[in-house]
């Protein structure tokens, strides 16, 4: 299984970025996905999570400006980010937790892309 994300980039304050991430590879079924980010010098910290059924849950930090989504069809979450802060900036990291044959789940984590808010 491996998780691809592209979408991040250099953006002034105020402005919006889409985060995209495709899951592929052999599995049953995708349970939850989500987003992580971690600023420099920080740990990692969850950004938003959507569930199978598309129950979301947000940061407080990120509530009423990003939005999480999924594509079941196309194995794919996306992020879309609004109103940007320069707090906001990190490697954000796309999760999937993806259950495989004989009914174990496992999780799994793409490779990460930069997004820098600054003017």
């Known amino acids: 299984v491996q998780l691809q994300a592209s979408g991040g980039g250099l953006v002034q304050p105020g402005g919006s970025l889409r985060l995209s991430c495709v899951v592929s590879?052999?599995?049953?079924?995708?349970?939850?996905m989500g987003w992580y980010r971690q600023a420099p010098g920080k740990p990692r910290e969850l950004v938003a999570v959507i569930t199978s059924g598309g129950t979301t849950n947000y940061a407080d930090s990120v509530k009423g400006r990003f939005t999480i989504s999924r594509d079941n069809a196309k194995n794919t979450v996306y992020l879309q980010m609004n109103s940007l802060k320069p707090e906001d900036t990190g490697v954000y990291f796309c999760?999937?937790?993806?259950?495989?044959?004989?009914?174990?789940?496992?999780?799994?984590w793409g490779q990460g892309t930069l997004v820098t808010v600054s003017s």
């Open positions: 999760n999937a937790n993806v259950r495989q044959r004989l009914g174990r789940n496992f999780d799994y």
């Open positions: 590879g052999s599995f049953v079924s995708i349970n939850d």
